[in-house]
């Protein structure tokens, strides 16, 4: 059953954003099964904008960006949660205009994944001004119905594809986790 989303503040998204949606997250160079493959690049180079720079880190923990997350423009976040000395999990984001947009990895169901999205979540909440937490994943998964049980489950709610703060990415499946927010709560500081 699809639940009509309605943002609290957010009304349709404008052109521009509209068009920013149409980038996807990608991967990151530094993923793979290995602790190893986390290869945080400190660069400050202004014209790199592909590399991704760690932005935080506490705990098993690391958040990686590719721009600070200052501009108007999307902004990738990978969220990356060591799980032991050789394993991690990865979520892979888009920040968007208070939105953050996750691709839900393969084998999102195991215990460290959802450790991990845990984790994820208590970051974006008070860490960062985003409203909602978007995860996706493809429409033909074989285990599309364990994630929709599984997301509900987590407080994630079902978005009717058709819904304008969307972005229009085809074959795939939306929920969304609006963070509640205490408009006073949030510091000043960038995160």
């Known amino acids: 059953m699809t639940v009509p989303w309605q943002p ?27 602790l190893a493959g986390l290869q945080v690049v400190k660069s400050t180079k202004q014209g790199d904008h592909n590399q991704l720079k760690e932005l935080y880190s506490a705990g098993n923990l690391t958040v990686l960006a590719t721009d600070p997350l200052l501009h108007q423009d999307p902004v990738q976040l990978d969220f990356h949660f060591r799980l032991t000395p050789q394993t991690s ?26 450790e991990s999205l845990t984790a ?14 978007f995860v996706n994943f493809q429409n033909n998964r074989n285990d599309k119905g364990a994630l929709l049980r599984a997301f509900s489950y987590m407080g994630f709610e079902l978005v009717r594809p058709d819904h304008p703060a969307l972005p229009p990415w085809d074959n795939v499946i939306f929920m969304v986790y609006p963070l509640e927010r205490d408009l006073g709560h949030l ?5």
Do not use: M
């Open 8 to 34: 609290g503040t957010e009304g349709d998204i404008t052109y521009k954003e509209r068009e920013d949606l149409t980038l996807r997250p990608r991967s990151c160079l530094q993923c793979s099964e290995s």
């Open 89 to 114: 999990a990865h979520w892979h984001g888009l920040l968007c205009d208070h939105r953050l947009f996750l691709d839900i990895p393969y084998q999102a169901l195991d215990q460290g994944n959802r």
């Open 120 to 133: 994820t979540l208590e970051y974006v909440e008070e860490k960062t001004n985003v409203d909602s937490v």
């Open 187 to 191: 510091s000043s500081e960038p995160p």
